[in-house]
């Protein structure tokens, strides 16, 4: 998937100190205790996409780290994996790629 133009890209108003935050916040979400993050439209919608029954990958970036996170879900099963990144903004970004 990741060998093909992403779908989606765009800056998000949030940011991480470690990407174990993003890994907390995801699995309160899928286990449905979301009240933070129902107040953060962006991230709902990130994680609502996530949640689909689509193959995809979710690559988020946070501003000033040298590597991201890919939120990866293939045949119903999901992953994460944490890559360097080359391209480093003073902004975090997501991108979806299907």
Request: with cysteine; proline share 3%; glycine share 2%.
């Amino acid at each position: 998937m990741l060998m093909n133009p992403c779908n989606i890209t765009r800056k998000v108003p949030f940011e991480v100190v470690n990407y174990e935050e993003v890994i907390d916040l995801w699995k309160i979400y899928k286990n449905g205790s979301n009240f933070y993050i129902n107040e953060n439209m962006e991230l709902k919608n990130i994680f609502e996409f996530h949640k689909s029954n689509a193959n995809h990958i979710v690559l988020f970036s946070s501003v000033n780290h040298d590597n991201c996170i890919l939120l990866c879900k293939v045949d119903e099963k999901y992953f994460n994996l944490l890559i360097p990144i080359s391209l480093r903004k003073d902004y975090s970004f997501v991108a979806t790629y299907t």
